[in-house]
């Protein structure tokens, strides 16, 4: 332990000076350095402006309270002082903008924050991958910007993001893109993603007609199937279909009038409730390329600019929920190392026509192959599988009401939904076949499956990281598996359902040959 | 190239079992639900513990790692060396009672971490450090 800490204790000296002879050299390069990074290089304070913000938002975060303590003084009889419970977040929020500084120096971004348990965050400039600016009504009205640095760590404890809360908006624009001209490029990674054109180049620009889509988005269904379901479901639960009949009804129209005219209420209100989200998150919407990276830019009231390293760019997702496919559009998606869980960042193109997506996608993976080439299915028996699976619970459910009804006397109105379900599961099921498939081209695992949600994922080779083969004892009486090949990006991975096990095998090592002196042969051990 | 075959982590899924029986037994219920639960947990860890023995394996070659767990679904995983970001060693109250320890090896994924479970502490010892090395040997920066 002692000679340890002797051991320590003698090399110090030596650490310092190195740390003196490469501060040194770090203040050199600084200065040679762009601008507005050599202007960071001291411990500062983000923009005096955002005093009025942060006070703001405590007092917005804190409002439950704050009404609870109104409430309370009020009922209590006390005189003006619960007023004074206001003053708490804003002693909070000024707070918050003094103990929070930073500083761009010596090759790393550094932040630090808090007051009572106080955080040091930092990372090298090399490990930046995606430079977000965002800016609330409240930062643009203030002329104000957030950057958040995205390093690619997996935590998402949001004191452990490197935010950059309130810097004026073009300072913030100028170190968005020095922060990641200076982040070098790593030779040998997605290298032949796009070719380099000297400037910005448009891919995408909002098109009001797309509006159209907002509707028949996933979030606008799932929330209208959601209610409706859901409404239906409790009345069934209270028994209320049953009493209908014997119900006084005041409103002087009959009953399926009144559901019917209900259910189109519905059906507006979600309509236009997604109409708008799709205003507010995609007005604007910009995905341009310029050397190095994407940039996209949309928003209405928040705008948010995200740019991403072309090396980080792992591929893309095109997202067809039944809703849009039906009318003939997609999503796109990236699959972006380092982007973390906040997938809707990481969104490439609103829903939008399909042929414009998958152009999109195909500039963007700097091949058109993976987006439109034909995948291979999965066979009989993952077919099969499809079948019973969709089939099989509800026939449970069917069977279990029929005893329901046969036992306890109910209605025979109760079979009609379950055996409704059964009727709509055998097409989802065939639809389900119809989009199961993978393929390997060009460098990209393609995968596809869904129907529902249906998606196509696209992954680079050379950022799969990883393979997991996972199959229950269904799959395995079955020689089938489901392939996962896991990456840093995106939704951390990307699924092959219920591929046969051989093709499985066969397709990790024509991916990752590397890889196959371990796998293959345990593989062929097991057989 | 080598392979070890993991030691018993059966013994305490079997403890933290009749533990879980035991609590329930306090539980003031119909008796014969009870007992229809004591029988179906004694066959679970009659059973399970050994399947999942018989399944456990893991491997660590020059450049991955591979493990296979599970007893109803099967799951094996397979991570290159060179993606590996870190490699922890616990060893939890009741692995210590027998002595064990489990590795953990994460990338940079969360779908892809692998976990070795029931190691010998020695063993899991040994694996940690050449897992280091051997990681720490490989170019990139794990993505």
């Known amino acids: 332990m002692s000679e340890a800490g002797d051991g320590v204790d003698g090399r110090e000296p030596d650490a310092d000076r190195d740390d003196a002879v490469a501060l040194r050299a770090h203040q050199q390069q600084v200065s040679a350095a762009p601008a507005e990074l050599a202007r960071d290089a001291e411990w500062q304070r983000l923009d005096p402006r955002m005093m009025l913000v942060h006070p703001v938002r405590e007092v917005i975060r804190f409002l439950p309270v704050l009404l609870g303590l109104f409430v309370a003084g009020t009922a209590s009889g006390g005189g003006a002082w619960q007023y004074l419970g206001v003053l708490v977040p804003i002693t909070v929020g000024l707070l918050r903008y003094l103990t929070t500084s930073f500083r761009i120096a010596q090759g790393r971004v550094e932040l630090r924050r808090g007051l009572v348990s106080r955080h040091v965050l930092s990372t090298p400039l090399d490990r930046v991958r995606t430079v977000d600016v965002t800016a609330s009504p409240i930062h643009r009205a203030l002329g104000l910007a957030t950057v958040r640095i995205g390093t690619g760590t997996a935590s998402t404890d949001s004191d452990e993001r490197l935010d950059l809360d309130g810097l004026p908006a073009g300072r913030a624009r100028g170190l968005r893109a020095e922060l990641l001209h200076v982040a070098p490029t790593q030779n040998g990674e997605a290298a032949a993603t796009s070719p380099v054109d000297a400037e910005e180049r448009v891919v995408l620009r909002f098109d009001l007609a797309w509006l159209r889509f907002a509707p028949l988005t996933g979030s606008g269904a799932v929330i209208a199937a959601g209610l409706l379901g859901g409404g239906a479901q409790l009345l069934n639960e209270l028994g209320v279909w049953s009493d209908l009949d014997t119900r006084d009804w005041s409103l002087g129209i009959p009953i399926w009038v009144a559901l019917v005219l209900a259910a189109l209420g519905l059906l507006v209100g979600v309509a236009v409730l997604a109409v708008l989200g799709y205003l507010v998150t995609n007005w ?244 | 190239m080598w392979l070890v075959g993991c030691l018993g982590e059966g013994m305490v899924t079997l403890a933290i079992l009749t533990g879980a029986a035991l609590a329930w037994d306090s539980f003031p219920a119909r008796w014969w639900l009870v007992g229809a639960a004591v029988v179906l947990v004694l066959g679970y860890a009659a059973v399970v513990p050994q399947w999942r023995y018989l399944v456990h394996r893991w491997e660590v070659s020059d450049t991955a790692v591979y493990t296979q767990t599970g007893w109803w679904a099967r799951e094996r995983r397979i991570a290159p060396m060179s993606r590996i970001q870190t490699v922890d060693y616990a060893e939890g109250a009741l692995s210590r009672l027998f002595g064990l320890a489990t590795v953990t090896v994460t990338t940079a994924s969360a779908a892809g971490a692998l976990r070795i479970e029931g190691l010998d502490k020695a063993l899991a010892q040994r694996l940690v450090d050449e897992l280091t090395l051997k990681a720490d040997a490989v170019e990139g920066d794990a993505t």
Not at chain 1, 288 to 297: D, E, T, Y
Not at chain 1, 332 to 352: D, W
Not at chain 1, 441 to 465: F, K, M, Q, T, W
Request: glycine residues 10%.
């Open chain 1, 284 to 527: 604007d919407f910009r995905l341009s390329h310029s050397p190095g990276s994407w940039h996209l830019s949309r928003g209405l009231l928040t705008t948010r600019d995200t740019s991403i390293d072309d090396e980080r760019l792992a591929g893309v997702t095109v997202g067809e929920p039944l809703g849009l496919r039906l009318a003939g559009a997609a999503r796109l998606s990236a699959i972006v190392t380092g982007l973390g869980s906040e997938a809707s960042n990481a969104a490439l193109a609103p829903p939008a026509p399909r042929d414009v997506v998958v152009d999109v996608a195909g500039r963007v993976l700097g091949t058109d192959t993976p987006g439109t080439c034909e995948l291979t299915d999965h066979g009989p028996a993952a077919a099969r599988r499809r079948y019973t699976r969709a089939i099989g619970p509800a026939l449970a459910v069917l069977a279990a009401a029929l005893l329901v009804v046969l036992g306890a006397g109910g209605s025979w109105w109760l079979l009609i939904l379950p055996a409704a379900i059964v009727a709509a599961t055998v097409p989802l099921a065939a639809d389900r076949v119809r989009s199961l498939g993978h393929t390997l081209v060009d460098g990209y695992v393609v995968a596809r499956s869904g129907s529902l949600n249906r998606r196509r994922e696209a992954l680079a080779v050379d950022h799969v990281i990883g393979w997991t083969l996972r199959s229950t004892w269904f799959q395995r009486r079955q020689g089938l598996t489901t392939l996962v090949a896991t990456t840093a990006g995106g939704r951390q991975s990307v699924t092959v359902l219920d591929v046969p096990e051989t093709r499985a095998v066969e397709l990790a090592r024509l991916a990752l040959p590397e890889l196959i002196g371990a796998f293959g042969r345990r593989v062929a051990d097991r057989d």
